[in-house]
């Protein structure tokens, strides 16, 4: 008899005393919950019976004994589908792909509160570095909020994705609560930030995608972000540090940000950057990100709204794309005024994503599509019972629209920059989240 069999015919008393019925893994129904974000997939992780792709909600600790349950009849971690790999579009020089896996329990405020005034700039700082070299370059971004078993969740998972206003809008639903105790569940974070977040794939190993000249390089770059150590105690997952390992053997820098100055955290945190080939931050619990207004930042704001409302999307989803989007901006309007400003600036340099894949504008102003081609039922309904000139006429009075308002905001931001300079800047200090990010990014993707 086997060590596992005592404790697992004592699970299944237990079980039977409660009424649950237990089927093999094989044949489980995993519990799902409506979408708690609905504009974009996303969904929760925990101790489950098997990986579910991110179109759907998964109850990750529906209570106590489902815990318990996994951990006896399933000692080995959940067995992750791969979802199809990404492969960037060969028309980009580099593309970089940026997830956060970020503790968001209690203790966690300040710096989540940050994160949401300073992820557009940083976006930004990476896109503007690019372009300064001519590249044109496409940024996906990627979550993983953690908690505890226990908590409302335990992972939360937002794919990486190139709509970062989509991305933003999930940022904007983190909030700190739960916790309590100080170990979390930064086994399943690490884990699901590097299987289930949709990492771009690489050919044999390499960058470049056998490509030429360089074109199509990809850059990824993982940030654990948290306060609390480990809880090593959960075996279903392999150690933070190991991920870490692996990440860096496909080809994925891990860096780690400790927020706060717990000393168990510490040594943990310094192994997983040392073992994902990146490096090591400690910031301040609050998160230390400093914010400067500017005058210039309400009429930002406003234009990267209206740039957003002028979406013009083809295909047979472009309805939902439509109110997706709008909805994403009606969201975004609880974000901080300087964050929206930022948001504004990178529609205004980033001219090739500024909108979702399905903006037909977009498609037409990059060359990617020839608009005789698309069919017509495809079009935006009020395109369709246009002629083909008309049609190209109708499209390029959107890019001529689209580029006025970018000379505005290309206009305002320097502005912007000018006073900021005048004021002192918003010169990060070292224990800053923005800082440490910014530091990383700068030496690992040149």
Known sequence: MSKATPRR??????????GISVVPSSFATVKTTPEVFSKMPSFDAGLRPIWTPPSVEVASNDSDIRGIVRGALNEKPANYQQLPPFVPDQNYDRTIELVFAIDTTGSMGGLIEGAKQKVWRIINDVTQRQKASNQKVLVRVGLVAYRDVGDDYVTRITPLSSDLDAVYSKLMNFH?????????????????????????????????????????????????????????????????????????????????????????????????????GGEYFAIAQSGGVQTV????????????????????????????????????????????TSARADRAINKSINTEASYHSSDLVQAVENKSIDLNQVKTEELPNEMQRMTKAERQAYVQQKIDERAKIRQEITDLSKKREQYLREQGGENSKADAFDYAVEKALQRQIR
């Open 9 to 18: 015919l004592m699970i299944s008393v237990l079980i039977g005393m409660l």
């Open 293 to 336: 207004s500017t005058p210039y930042d309400r009429r930002l704001a406003e234009l990267g709204d209206d740039m957003a409302r002028r979406g013009v999307y083809y295909g047979s989803a472009r309805e939902k794309i439509a109110s997706d989007a709008l909805g994403y901006t009606t969201s975004l309007a609880a974000a901080p």
């Open 176 to 276: 700190a609560e739960g916790g309590g105790d100080e170990p979390e569940h930064v086994r399943l974070a690490m884990s699901d930030a590097l299987n289930a977040v949709g990492w771009s794939g690489r050919a044999n190993g390499n960058s470049d995608y056998g490509s030429i000249n360089g074109v199509g390089r990809l850059s990824q770059v993982l940030f654990l972000v948290g306060d609390a150590p480990p809880h090593d105690d959960y075996q279903q997952y392999p150690s933070t540090q190991k991920t870490a390992s692996q990440a860096r053997d496909r080809g994925i820098t891990v860096n780690a940000i400790q927020v706060g100055n717990i000393q168990s955290t510490t040594p943990i945190w310094r192994e997983v950057a040392r073992k994902g």
